[in-house]
């Protein structure tokens, strides 16, 4: 079945460092790939997207594109802040004959220094 | 704003005490999910509705209900919570429509504690 892996946290950095949290999946088909960010006691919200292979989404500075090479969807962001501190998923949709139902990665906590 | 809100935010009950969580939705949007979340995992689904139909996963417990009386709302009922069901439960909505990412549009949560 469809299903998202991502690397464990969680990343500690300090203010203004790159930042990579890699990001791979499993899927039939051609799905759409996210990232949701979750703020500490908050629900999700949309980060950024990518609908298609070689796909870039952005948002805040925060990137990611669609690698259907390498199955990867890996979020990066060149200069991190204290306010990114926060819980990261990367999620698939496995497509609308199945109610468009978004699959989860585990979660990677970020923590940033000041 | 057109949001998805939860009631409520936090649902404190007693072992076997049923419980009733809320969501509505002023996006009109055709599908709600309820997903469970445990401390440091993934959120995982329930179940959905596609307009009137229910679509439960298949490793849903019994003890998980919900209704959809209407577009803008959806509930989730847990008949006899257990310590394990002790989570936060998301709701969310999205508007399928055969073109485009699906994308969910999340509520705050409703933190549900059991003792």
């Known amino acids: 079945g469809n299903s998202v892996t991502q690397m464990e946290g969680p990343v500690t950095l300090s203010e203004e460092a790159f930042l990579t949290i890699n990001c791979t999946y499993t899927?039939?088909?051609?799905?759409?790939l996210f990232w949701y960010v979750q703020y500490p006691g908050e629900g999700l919200q949309l980060l950024l997207k990518?609908?298609?292979?070689?796909d870039k989404g952005s948002n805040k500075g925060f990137e990611a594109t669609y690698r259907k090479e390498t199955t990867s969807f890996h979020l990066e962001k060149g200069s991190v802040q204290v306010s990114d501190s926060a819980v990261y998923f990367c999620?698939?949709?496995?497509?609308?004959?199945?109610?468009?139902?978004?699959?989860f990665g585990q979660g990677t906590e970020l923590s940033v220094k000041p | 704003d057109a949001m998805v809100i939860q009631n409520p935010r936090y649902q404190v009950t007693q072992f076997g005490k049923p419980v009733t969580l809320s969501c509505s939705q002023t996006?009109?949007?055709?599908?709600m999910y309820w997903y469970q979340q445990k401390s440091s995992q993934a959120p995982k689904l329930l179940f959905h509705?596609?307009?009137?139909?229910?679509?439960n996963e298949a490793d849903t417990p019994d003890n998980f209900q919900s209704r959809r009386p209407n577009t803008s709302f959806c509930f989730l009922d847990i008949r006899s919570p257990g310590l394990g069901d002790a989570a936060m439960y998301l709701c969310?909505?999205?508007?399928?429509?055969?073109?485009?990412?699906?994308?969910?549009?999340f509520g705050a949560g409703s933190r549900l504690t059991v003792l």
């Open positions: 899927a039939t088909g051609y799905p759409s």
């Open positions: 990518a609908t298609k292979a070689d």
């Open positions: 969310a909505t999205s508007r399928l429509t055969g073109a485009g990412a699906n994308v969910l549009t």
């Open positions: 509705y596609y307009d009137k139909d229910f679509n």
């Open positions: 996006l009109n949007h055709n599908v």
């Open positions: 999620a698939l949709t496995s497509g609308e004959y199945q109610g468009g139902k978004l699959i």
